[in-house]
């Protein structure tokens, strides 16, 4: 079991005892993952708590709680409920899971919640999630929800996105999922004929629409983002590498670009770039031979890493 503050395994602890009525201080503390002695100390928080525990001693003693208690129903807002998942979601990968403790726990509340609250959330868990512990602006629970609702229905919607100016374009929703910190929308735009990155933030207004669509077979909605992200910028980006294709995409995120298979057992790295000198450092994991076929900003960069390198290199026996 992971590491847990002492107010979550009280909380765990008065779990326990509402499903396992009379249930046994060794079993209680196999339950938490702590000594026998530390399950009277959260027995203690609770009691502390206001919560009536009884117990008893002996062979078939145990913990439960007092005749009569009654429990405060969960009450939670649409916001309250959706927001609390995505906040899991961006926090722990495995708050989709019902394995999951997280995962576990969100179902159990949305249990508790009105059905039209509930599906949101149901429809919400469902995104796929790459996380690199990044913070970013939340985007609104209900569009969000509807967003993923036409993914897994396959309907179009009309949405509003602000860029400079508020756009609106109709799409065919692929995917949302949380990548980098950030919620997108991955879709094919028919306003631009052309498939594209969303992020959630950005969208205004979602409406679904009666048009249908089938999204792409074998679909890796994280990889399709990741490489919608690596282009559109500055400076396009050439770079070969003396390995094949599936060594080459060990090494390298896939943020960097699209690789190719070329001649030789040589890989190609087509990719754009705002920050010459991050995308040089990216290109240090290469465990072979490569060569900058452009930009020459890129090949500055590389060089002034190497000169740093080495200096470094060098103070290291001065």
């Known amino acids: 079991m992971e590491a847990l503050s002492p107010t979550a395994r009280a909380l765990l602890a008065l779990e326990v005892l509402q499903d396992n009525p009379g249930v046994s201080a060794e079993r209680l503390a196999r339950r938490l993952g702590v ?14 708590a206001g919560i009536p525990i009884e117990s008893t001693t002996g062979r078939y003693g145990g913990y439960r709680l007092g005749r009569g208690t009654r429990l405060p129903p969960v009450m939670l807002s649409a916001d309250e ?9 961006e926090g722990r990968r495995g708050a989709a899971d019902t394995a999951d403790p997280v ?27 790459a996380q690199t512990g990044l913070v970013s602006a939340a985007p609104d629970p209900e569009t969000t929800a ?20 508020e756009r609106v374009m109709e799409v ?30 950005r969208v205004s207004t979602a409406v679904l629409l009666d048009e249908k669509f089938d999204r792409p077979e074998d679909l890796d909605p994280i ?22 294709l599936d060594a080459v995409g060990q090494w390298l995120p896939r943020s960097l670009g699209r690789l190719e298979p070329i001649d030789n057992g040589r890989t190609r790295l087509v990719g754009s770039t705002d920050e010459p000198f991050w995308y040089a450092r990216h290109l240090t994991a290469l465990e072979a031979p490569y060569r900058i076929i452009s930009p020459p900003e890129l090949r500055a960069a590389a060089h002034d890493l190497a000169q740093r390198l080495i200096q470094a290199a060098s103070d290291a026996h001065s």
């Not at 002695?37 to 502390?48: D, S, W």
């Not at 609250?117 to 995104?127: E, F, K, N, T, Y």
């Not at 609702?149 to 309907?155: D, K, L, M, Y």
């Not at 282009?231 to 590498?241: F, K, L, Q």
């Open 172 to 201: 065919d929703p692929w995917a949302v999922a949380v990548w980098r910190g950030r919620w997108y929308l991955l879709a094919w735009s028919h306003t631009s004929d052309a498939r594209r990155v969303f992020r959630v933030d």
């Open 223 to 244: 990889a399709a983002i990741e490489e919608q992200m690596s282009t559109g910028w500055r400076y396009h980006v050439e770079v070969v590498v003396d390995a094949p």
């Open 103 to 129: 995962g576990s726990a969100i179902g159990k509340i949305t249990r508790l919640l009105p059905s039209s609250i509930a599906d949101s959330v149901a429809a919400i868990r469902q995104v796929i999630t």
């Open 146 to 165: 509807t967003l993923v609702r036409a993914c897994e229905a396959g309907r179009r919607v009309r949405i509003t996105y602000r860029l400079r100016e």
């Open 81 to 89: 409920a959706l927001g609390l998942v995505m906040a899991a979601l």
């Open 35 to 48: 000594t026998d002695r530390a399950v009277r100390r959260y027995v203690g928080l609770l009691r502390e």
